[in-house]
């Protein structure tokens, strides 16, 4: 008797949801907010949390230790800390390898977390990248609550559904797709930053409303000069905006987990991350996207796709808003070739196939999966101080 071949295709939805919620003083005993996100699906228990905060937040904020303890304890009855906060340097450095992901499971195991608990993570986006791969791994996943404290990740990183660490060399090769359990942007947080990280999450809201949104990148024209010297109001303004248009994307782009090769939200990103890494991380991230956004504008124009006035309204924005478009370690021909070997990394990690995000206005984006390396270096060299006017 011959063997029949039978296939069984499995097939499931994922329902996926979580807040993002704007507030200040979180840690007041009498705001419920970040109760209410982690009790949001069994009000009636009690919850087991653990806290890993960047060490940049712990310095500029010393009493959110004794805070966090007041907050807990006005709430014991629905709410357990589990363990003191595990202090973690922030930036690409708790990236870099992996080893402060196993620093940070071994703590949560120490801890005696289980998939019923839930690790609140306070930092930068790079804390919260680490934090969150290390979340989604441990016991195949635990419930994560982002408290992003930069603007840069209120804005963007903190909110979608990406987590990863550098390895060999290259950015976020290693990570996961896991969406938090919640999101909660506390302004107050944005106070301790210095100006260099409050100016960086200003060019991924260039960044969105370049791809996405014509009257956002209008708006943020005209309150340049006021999110240039940090206004309270027009930043809060800026933050929410941006996050609401990220989310849009991630929602009804109809690709959330990144299957195919088009990433319109990494419009600027290919030159950031090959910039980030040839700096040794001295570049921002911020920086790093202000200076690729610059890029690829200008070879948008070098192609035919985008018109001169477009250009110069990008370009000037971004100096408005005080970003430095060039760098010393961009002088040298061959660190140039360097840069632009960025492409191939690219093109590996979308998986073989180019696919570059461009511009043929403001507010609307286009695929290309060609680049003309001539035009590119050509557009690298107008971006050059010392390109003729």
Not at 26 to 34: D, E, H, M, R
Not at 158 to 167: C, D, E, L
């Amino acid at each position: 008797m011959k063997n029949k071949e039978e296939t069984i295709l499995q097939s499931f939805t994922l329902g996926i949801d979580y807040p993002v919620i704007f507030s200040r003083n979180i840690f007041a005993p009498s705001n419920p907010v970040l109760l209410d996100v982690i009790a949001r699906r069994e009000p009636g228990r009690r919850h087991s949390a653990a806290v890993v905060i960047d060490s940049g937040v712990a310095a500029a904020w010393p009493g959110l230790g004794e805070a966090m303890d007041g907050y807990f304890r006005a709430h014991g009855d629905r709410l357990r800390l589990a363990a003191k906060p595990m202090i973690v340097d922030g930036g690409e450095r708790c990236k870099a390898g992996g080893d402060e992901v196993v620093r940070l499971q071994r703590w949560m195991l120490d801890a005696k977390l289980d998939r019923q608990s839930v690790l609140i993570a306070i930092g930068g986006g790079a804390l919260l990248d680490m934090s969150g791969y290390s979340a989604a791994t441990f016991h195949r996943g635990i419930r994560l609550v982002r408290l992003p404290s930069t603007v840069l990740a209120q804005n963007d990183a903190g909110i979608g559904v990406k987590n990863g660490i550098n390895s060999f060399g290259l950015k976020n090769l290693i990570g996961s797709f896991a969406a938090p359990f919640g999101v909660i942007a506390d302004f107050d947080f944005l106070d301790t930053l210095e100006d260099r990280d409050r100016r960086a999450g200003l060019a991924e809201a260039v960044k969105v409303g370049l791809i996405r949104d014509s009257e956002f990148f209008g708006w943020l024209e005209e309150n340049a000069h006021a999110l240039a010297l940090f206004s309270r109001n027009e930043t809060e303004t800026m933050i929410k905006r941006c996050a609401e248009l990220h989310l849009a994307h991630i929602a009804g782009g109809g690709d959330p987990f990144e299957h195919g090769s088009a990433r319109p939200l990494d419009f600027g990103h290919w030159a950031a991350h090959k910039l980030e890494s040839m700096s040794d991380y001295r570049l921002r991230h911020g920086e790093a996207v202000a200076m690729g956004i610059a890029l690829d504008t200008l070879y948008s124009g070098e192609i035919g796709l985008l018109g001169a006035i477009q250009q110069q309204r990008i370009l000037s924005l971004l100096e408005r808003l005080g970003f430095v478009l060039w760098d010393e370690l961009l002088q040298a021909p061959e660190d140039r070739a360097l840069l632009i070997r960025g492409l191939d990394e690219f093109r590996e990690h979308l998986g073989g196939e180019l696919m570059l995000t461009l511009l043929a206005d403001i507010g609307r984006s286009v695929e290309v999966s060609k680049v003309d390396l001539i035009k590119l270096e050509r557009a690298l060299e107008l971006l050059s101080p010392q390109a003729p006017a």
